[in-house]
């Protein structure tokens, strides 16, 4: 697609955490985001850069009739289950969502001649990493999903190749590694209900409004133990899905590339920086490792950068962190779900 053009984009999931700053990179370069979101777990204080239609992925009619109204040209697909723990207890619930939620989403862009999708993948396609234990993760290497939410990423992934190759459908698949940190701006941030995810649970535990964190697991073959993850600044990964979005690829297209840095922080790296920018420990303790936690996931971010022309900028830890921190201590919308903030530092 041409930059500048205003072309509408649909942004399904834009009123979660990453489709909410991939709504802004889009208006930020002259597109029309358009959201929609079920507001299952979305937040309507996080549309802010387009119009909200309410709707559910799986409704494949209301789909259709939102390309048509706002004159669609683009797909970009969040919405989804995104809780691996869950997915193992509710598989069904997960397959239904994302991927018969991806049937429909397919069906209605092919009704409303709708040519351009770009999905959000997950590294949880690759398992345990595939590779030697601290390698980091081309795409080619082998799919082996640990989880049913990785089983469902995969499968869409499949499912979209096909109808690309069978249609005409340009794709492309974002395989993220660990979105984290906030918009610069402080408007917009992460509010997950239940929140499981490392960065904001530390700070919370350094801000004294959260329990103690509890680390998972200190004897991986790592260096220091802990597990290496490659924590990308979400507004590097929004960039990375415009970039998706102009590239140019010819119709019946399907390309898969990874987001993420290149390079690994361990759990205890990240408590360090953490610590760092609040000012105080975050106080934690060593426990039992979570079912499922592969040692090491850190992208080859090569093909990216040569198929979409990106690379991340924001996203040195102590920059994720920092951005995080504006957020949590301030949180515009969310704060509800993680209870009230006892503290706020001044943010430096
Ligand atoms: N961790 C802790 N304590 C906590 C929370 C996390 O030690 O309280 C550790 C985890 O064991 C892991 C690291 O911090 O080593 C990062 O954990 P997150 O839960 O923040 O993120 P994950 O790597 O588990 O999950 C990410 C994405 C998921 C995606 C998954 C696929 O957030 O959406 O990668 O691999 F599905």
């Known amino acids: 697609m041409d930059r500048g053009t205003k072309a509408a984009v649909l942004v399904t999931g834009g009123a979660g955490f990453i489709g909410a700053h991939t709504a802004k990179a889009l208006y930020d370069r002259g597109y029309l985001p358009v959201v929609y979101d079920s507001l299952s777990s979305g937040f309507r204080e996080a549309v802010r850069w387009g119009p909200l239609v309410h709707g559910d992925i799986r409704d494949a009619r209301t789909l259709s009739d939102a390309m048509a109204e706002h004159d669609v040209k683009a797909v970009i697909h969040f919405a989804g289950l995104i809780e691996v723990g869950r997915s193992t207890v509710k598989p069904d619930l997960f397959w239904e969502h994302n991927?018969?939620?991806?049937?429909?989403?397919?069906?209605?862009?092919?009704?409303?001649?709708?040519?351009?999708?770009?999905?959000?993948?997950?590294?949880?396609?690759?398992?345990?990493?595939?590779?030697?234990?601290?390698?980091?993760?081309?795409?080619?290497?082998?799919?082996?999903?640990?989880?049913?939410?990785?089983?469902?990423?995969?499968?869409?992934?499949?499912?979209?190749?096909?109808?690309?190759?069978?249609?005409?459908?340009?794709?492309?698949?974002?395989?993220?590694?660990?979105?984290?940190?906030?918009?610069?701006?402080?408007?917009?941030?992460e509010a997950h209900e239940p929140e499981t995810h490392l960065i904001p649970l530390a700070i919370a535990a350094a801000l004294g409004d959260g329990k103690p964190l509890t680390v998972f697991g200190a004897d991986f073959d790592t260096p220091d133990g802990t597990c290496l993850r490659d924590y990308i600044h979400v507004s590097d990964l929004a960039d990375a899905h415009v970039a998706a979005l102009e590239a140019d690829l010819p119709a019946g297209a399907y390309e898969a590339a990874n987001v993420g840095t290149g390079q690994g922080a361990s759990v205890l790296e990240v408590v360090e920086a953490v610590g760092r920018a609040v000012g105080r420990p975050v106080p934690h303790s060593i426990g039992p490792r979570r079912a499922g936690d592969p040692p090491s996931l850190v992208a080859n971010p090569g093909r990216a950068r040569e198929l979409l022309g990106w690379g991340a900028t924001r996203s040195s830890l102590d920059q994720i962190v920092a951005d995080a921190l504006r957020w949590e201590s301030q949180p515009s919308y969310g704060a509800g779900v993680r209870g009230k903030r006892k503290a706020s530092v001044p943010v430096r």
């Open 99 to 189: 991927v018969a939620g991806t049937v429909s989403l397919l069906g209605a862009m092919r009704e409303r001649g709708v040519g351009r999708l770009v999905f959000s993948s997950s590294a949880a396609v690759y398992g345990q990493g595939g590779r030697g234990a601290l390698e980091t993760i081309p795409e080619n290497a082998p799919k082996a999903p640990a989880s049913p939410y990785g089983d469902t990423k995969l499968a869409c992934e499949w499912m979209i190749e096909a109808q690309c190759r069978a249609y005409g459908l340009t794709g492309v698949a974002l395989r993220y590694f660990n979105a984290a940190g906030a918009d610069a701006s402080g408007q917009i941030g």
